[in-house]
């Protein structure tokens, strides 16, 4: 009854009936907002795209595949209607443009984006060997050398992978994705929480205390959560330590680290050699080896290159003026590199040995000399002495007899 | 004494929730909440994720008061590396909090009109919601899960005749919820089901920590934490609060809090058309955790993030305003006459129990062993 009456209130308003009188739809309920979305975003210049799968990476409900299509010979983004939620990420993340959403890629085309990732990269500065083929092959130019080492910026990277294919060295560039990380995140947890528990004691595990490697390390605090001593993120210090290994362990890049690491090379079965005669010596190779895997000749004093230390980089081929670097069997290579080295190996010998007897001869010499002229002076003081003595003897003798 | 349940699906809640009502005859003593119906685990498939698929995942913790999850987290994070927003964004990160507000604030007073069995008062309700979620469409493109923040700012801009729309549904908007609070004022069934039932004092406020329309309601106008919101200090923002603690305070303030939203919204135009430059900036994320709140539309929202360079989230903790409300709900049942009155009191604090539970811990009981569920 009540509420038969408010309507009865409420119809006999003037505003109600004036509105009521004069009803129609207004326009732009007719004509859909301007800035109504196309979803889900389509491929707009499929032969422009570069295959690089950042849309996929990008997108957070896994709505994007990658697809090899015959007839454009190449991987292209297939999308997934029913999942599309038409965030966009895919369309800024693209680094070729290609892929377009309504109007929204007008007005983000130049804004900076963040990608969210499913593997991130990061570079590991004990093994890197700055040789720089990363930053020539990389699509979005997210890496920067400072100085001293390489850098991948995460803001900018799009997850191709094509740094981590081009870079010579096993595990210098190192790849973590939500999985590990979630993993590690977790292990870290349960050991704090253990130990709040009080259940977990542990001995020392580790013989030496860890060093932080600048580059890996993330600022995720895991180790500083689980250390039992203290860690100083902020200078990359470990401060005090009793050696129980759990930073180690719960790490997620491995930047906590013990012991000494070492280059493996991802090429094993080729390697580079000099020419020699085609070499100049200018010795270019020499100074741009970052490894100091080539050593100069003794004896021709042109440079030749050691297979165990050498990464295959190819800095030393892209530097050589004359194109005397070339790339032959790992056996070849060797075998040279064992020749070359045996015969220097001799000639430093023979070299030491000289030096040694020229030297020994040359202090011979001089002894010698030293003590043949002692000898002389000695018998030369005798026979003067026992003259003198014998004619002043002869003389007393004289004046005796005078 | 009975015990009769209620849920966990019901056609009066919005969402699966189990409540033992106990009674006596049809006079309500106590209630017996039981959750737990809904959990997904959002919080633990955050973890180990790039913040900004975080964001899209904080926007779905809850369904109505998506936008202001986005806002808290980002400026959360903004928090912990030091960012600071370009003056465009933050006006129309407010232009958006604001206008979903007044949604979450409609469908919250339509959806209690229904309890106390005035569908025309829900429809009307309703009804006007229908312009600000076309309001919002237009700005961010989506309705209800927008995606419009970023960290660093909001994703897109709005034109000259996006925001000459806002200023006429506005006007109109003005109107006709002046229209509804007149109703419901007059309304002689609404106040005859509603006043002087559900009542909560202040002492028992402070004892549940209940937060926002609930508090704001029993003469608590300090728990809006807008009032420390940087941006709102700019806007010179006053909260609404009534003294009775009754639902009948509880809808008034939520349909004033429209009132004073509107005003919120005209001002931040005004602010917006006078800023310039770049809606958002280029970010560089530093590790490290920190802590923010906000104040959604049911209440105080906060989010604890510890993260890593990059932006890789390591652990997230969200806390949502419904727990606390719910434990004061207990408090409200001693003054409900019926059964009816025991629903309508609960639908009046504006649950969301999607929101309330995001992670489940399992224990063991024989080994006490406590483990996070996930999967
Ligand atoms: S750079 Fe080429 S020419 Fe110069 S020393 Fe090395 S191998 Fe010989």
């Given at each position: 009854?009540?509420s038969?009456?408010?309507?009865?209130?409420?119809?006999?308003?003037?505003?109600?009936i004036?509105?009521?009188?004069?009803?129609?739809?207004?326009?732009?309920?007719?004509?859909?907002?301007?800035?109504?979305?196309?979803?889900?975003?389509?491929?707009?210049?499929?032969?422009?795209?570069?295959?690089?799968?950042?849309?996929?990476?990008?997108?957070p409900?896994?709505?994007?595949?990658?697809?090899?299509?015959?007839?454009?010979?190449?991987?292209?983004?297939?999308?997934?209607?029913?999942?599309?939620?038409?965030?966009?990420?895919?369309?800024?993340?693209?680094?070729?443009?290609?892929?377009?959403i309504?109007n929204?890629?007008?007005?983000?085309?130049?804004?900076?984006?963040n990608?969210?990732?499913?593997?991130?990269y990061?570079?590991d500065?004990?093994?890197?060997?700055?040789?720089?083929?990363?930053?020539?092959?990389?699509?979005?130019h997210?890496i920067?050398?400072?100085?001293?080492?390489?850098?991948?910026d995460?803001?900018?990277?799009i997850?191709c992978?094509?740094?981590?294919?081009?870079c010579?060295?096993?595990?210098?560039?190192r790849?973590?994705?939500?999985?590990?990380?979630k993993?590690?995140?977790?292990l870290?947890?349960?050991?704090?929480?253990?130990?709040?528990?009080?259940?977990?004691?542990?001995?020392?595990v580790?013989?030496e205390?860890?060093?932080?490697?600048?580059s890996?390390?993330?600022?995720?605090?895991n180790?500083?959560?689980?250390?039992?001593?203290?860690?100083?993120?902020?200078?990359?210090?470990?401060?005090?330590?009793?050696?129980?290994?759990?930073?180690i362990?719960?790490?997620?890049?491995?930047?906590?680290?013990?012991?000494?690491?070492s280059?493996?090379?991802?090429?094993?079965?080729?390697?580079?050699?000099?020419?020699?005669?085609?070499?100049?010596?200018?010795?270019?190779?020499?100074?741009?080896?970052?490894v100091?895997?080539i050593d100069?000749?003794?004896?021709?004093?042109?440079?030749?290159?050691?297979?165990?230390?050498c990464?295959?980089?190819g800095?030393?081929?892209?530097?050589?003026?004359?194109?005397?670097?070339?790339?032959?069997?790992?056996?070849?290579?060797l075998?040279?590199?064992?020749?070359?080295?045996?015969?220097?190996?001799?000639?430093?010998m023979?070299?030491?040995?000289?030096?040694?007897?020229?030297?020994k001869y040359?202090q011979?010499?001089?002894?010698?000399?030293?003590?043949?002229?002692?000898?002389?002076?000695?018998?030369?003081?005798?026979?003067?002495?026992?003259k003198?003595?014998?004619?002043?003897?002869?003389?007393?003798?004289?004046?005796?007899?005078? | 004494?009975?015990?009769?349940?209620?849920g966990?699906?019901n056609?009066?809640?919005?969402?699966?929730?189990?409540?033992?009502?106990i009674?006596?005859g049809?006079?309500?003593?106590g209630?017996?909440?039981?959750?737990?119906?809904?959990?997904?685990?959002?919080?633990?498939?955050?973890?180990?994720?790039?913040?900004?698929?975080g964001?899209?995942?904080?926007?779905?913790?809850?369904?109505?008061?998506?936008?202001?999850?986005?806002?808290?987290f980002?400026?959360?994070?903004?928090?912990?590396?030091?960012i600071?927003?370009?003056?465009?964004?933050?006006?129309?990160?407010?232009?958006?909090t604001?206008?979903?507000?007044?949604?979450?604030?409609?469908?919250?007073?339509?959806?209690?009109?229904?309890?106390?069995?005035?569908?025309t008062?829900?429809?009307?309700?309703?009804?006007?919601?229908?312009?600000v979620m076309?309001?919002?469409?237009?700005?961010?493109?989506?309705r209800i899960?927008?995606?419009?923040n970023?960290?660093?700012?909001?994703?897109?801009?709005?034109?000259?005749?996006?925001l000459?729309?806002?200023?006429?549904?506005?006007?109109?908007?003005?109107?006709?919820?002046?229209?509804?609070?007149?109703?419901?004022?007059?309304?002689?069934?609404?106040?005859?089901?509603?006043?002087?039932i559900?009542?909560?004092?202040?002492k028992e406020?402070?004892?549940?920590?209940?937060v926002g329309?609930?508090?704001?309601?029993s003469?608590?106008?300090?728990?809006?934490?807008?009032?420390?919101?940087p941006?709102?200090?700019?806007?010179g923002?006053?909260p609404?609060w009534?003294e009775?603690?009754?639902?009948?305070?509880?809808t008034?303030?939520?349909l004033?809090?429209?009132?004073?939203?509107?005003?919120?919204l005209?001002?931040?135009?005004?602010?917006?058309?006078e800023?310039?430059?770049m809606?958002?900036?280029k970010?560089?994320?530093?590790g490290?955790?920190?802590?923010?709140?906000?104040?959604?539309?049911?209440?105080?929202?906060?989010?604890k993030?510890?993260?890593?360079?990059?932006?890789?989230?390591?652990?997230?903790?969200?806390?949502?305003?419904?727990?606390?409300?719910?434990?004061?709900?207990?408090y409200?049942?001693?003054?409900?006459?019926?059964?009816?009155?025991a629903?309508?009191?609960y639908i009046?604090?504006?649950p969301?129990i999607?929101?309330?539970?995001?992670?489940i811990?399992?224990?063991?009981?024989r080994?006490?062993?406590?483990?996070?569920?996930?999967?």
């Amino acid at each position: 009854m009540a509420s038969s009456l408010w309507y009865l209130y409420v119809l006999t308003k003037k505003k109600f009936i004036k509105r009521f009188l004069q009803a129609k739809t207004e326009k732009k309920y007719i004509l859909p907002p301007k800035r109504f979305r196309k979803i889900p975003p389509t491929v707009e210049y499929p032969e422009r795209c570069i295959s690089c799968g950042a849309c996929e990476s990008s997108c957070p409900s896994f709505a994007i595949k990658m697809i090899f299509f015959q007839d454009h010979n190449k991987k292209l983004p297939k999308i997934d209607v029913g999942a599309c939620i038409g965030c966009g990420n895919c369309v800024e993340s693209c680094p070729s443009k290609v892929l377009e959403i309504g109007n929204l890629k007008e007005e983000t085309l130049s804004l900076p984006w963040n990608v969210p990732k499913y593997k991130n990269y990061i570079i590991d500065e004990e093994l890197c060997v700055n040789c720089g083929s990363c930053r020539t092959v990389c699509p979005v130019h997210a890496i920067d050398y400072d100085k001293n080492t390489h850098k991948i910026d995460t803001n900018k990277c799009i997850g191709c992978e094509r740094c981590v294919e081009a870079c010579p060295v096993v595990d210098a560039i190192r790849i973590y994705d939500e999985k590990v990380l979630k993993e590690k995140f977790d292990l870290c947890f349960r050991i704090k929480f253990s130990r709040v528990l009080k259940e977990e004691e542990r001995s020392e595990v580790i013989s030496e205390t860890p060093r932080i490697v600048k580059s890996l390390c993330i600022n995720c605090e895991n180790c500083v959560d689980v250390c039992l001593g203290s860690i100083n993120l902020e200078n990359y210090k470990v401060v005090s330590c009793v050696k129980c290994g759990s930073c180690i362990e719960v790490c997620p890049t491995g930047a906590m680290r013990i012991g000494e690491v070492s280059r493996v090379p991802k090429i094993r079965d080729k390697c580079y050699i000099i020419e020699e005669d085609k070499c100049i010596g200018c010795r270019i190779c020499y100074r741009a080896c970052n490894v100091n895997a080539i050593d100069i000749c003794c004896d021709t004093r042109l440079p030749y290159i050691n297979p165990e230390k050498c990464v295959r980089c190819g800095v030393c081929y892209k530097e050589c003026p004359v194109e005397a670097i070339s790339l032959t069997d790992m056996e070849n290579s060797l075998k040279l590199y064992r020749v070359r080295k045996a015969r220097d190996n001799f000639e430093a010998m023979v070299i030491k040995d000289l030096d040694e007897i020229s030297k020994k001869y040359a202090q011979l010499k001089g002894d010698l000399l030293e003590f043949s002229q002692k000898e002389v002076e000695k018998t030369l003081s005798k026979i003067v002495n026992e003259k003198i003595i014998k004619q002043d003897d002869s003389d007393a003798t004289r004046d005796d007899t005078c | 004494m009975n015990v009769i349940p209620v849920g966990p699906i019901n056609p009066i809640f919005k969402e699966p929730i189990r409540i033992k009502l106990i009674v006596e005859g049809e006079i309500v003593i106590g209630a017996e909440i039981e959750m737990g119906y809904v959990h997904r685990g959002i919080e633990r498939i955050m973890e180990g994720k790039h913040y900004l698929k975080g964001i899209h995942l904080a926007e779905r913790v809850c369904g109505i008061c998506s936008y202001i999850h986005t806002q808290t987290f980002v400026e959360c994070i903004e928090k912990v590396s030091n960012i600071e927003v370009p003056d465009k964004a933050k006006y129309l990160r407010i232009i958006a909090t604001e206008l979903e507000r007044i949604h979450s604030h409609l469908i919250a007073v339509a959806v209690y009109g229904m309890a106390i069995e005035h569908e025309t008062f829900g429809i009307w309700c309703l009804n006007i919601r229908e312009k600000v979620m076309d309001l919002l469409e237009t700005i961010a493109g989506n309705r209800i899960n927008m995606g419009f923040n970023v960290v660093g700012g909001v994703r897109q801009d709005i034109t000259r005749e996006i925001l000459e729309s806002i200023y006429n549904t506005l006007d109109t908007l003005e109107e006709d919820v002046e229209d509804i609070l007149e109703i419901f004022r007059k309304g002689p069934l609404i106040s005859l089901r509603s006043k002087g039932i559900g009542v909560i004092g202040y002492k028992e406020v402070m004892k549940t920590r209940a937060v926002g329309p609930v508090a704001r309601a029993s003469a608590l106008p300090e728990s809006d934490w807008r009032l420390r919101h940087p941006t709102y200090k700019e806007l010179g923002f006053k909260p609404v609060w009534a003294e009775e603690g009754d639902n009948y305070a509880r809808t008034l303030v939520r349909l004033k809090e429209i009132l004073t939203s509107i005003e919120l919204l005209r001002r931040a135009l005004e602010f917006y058309e006078e800023s310039t430059g770049m809606v958002r900036k280029k970010v560089d994320i530093k590790g490290g955790s920190g802590e923010w709140r906000n104040e959604a539309h049911r209440g105080e929202v906060t989010y604890k993030i510890s993260i890593t360079d990059g932006g890789i989230i390591k652990r997230i903790l969200i806390r949502t305003p419904t727990v606390m409300n719910l434990s004061a709900y207990k408090y409200m049942l001693k003054t409900c006459p019926t059964v009816s009155d025991a629903v309508a009191t609960y639908i009046s604090i504006d649950p969301c129990i999607s929101c309330t539970e995001r992670s489940i811990y399992l224990v063991d009981r024989r080994t006490g062993d406590v483990k996070p569920y996930s999967k």
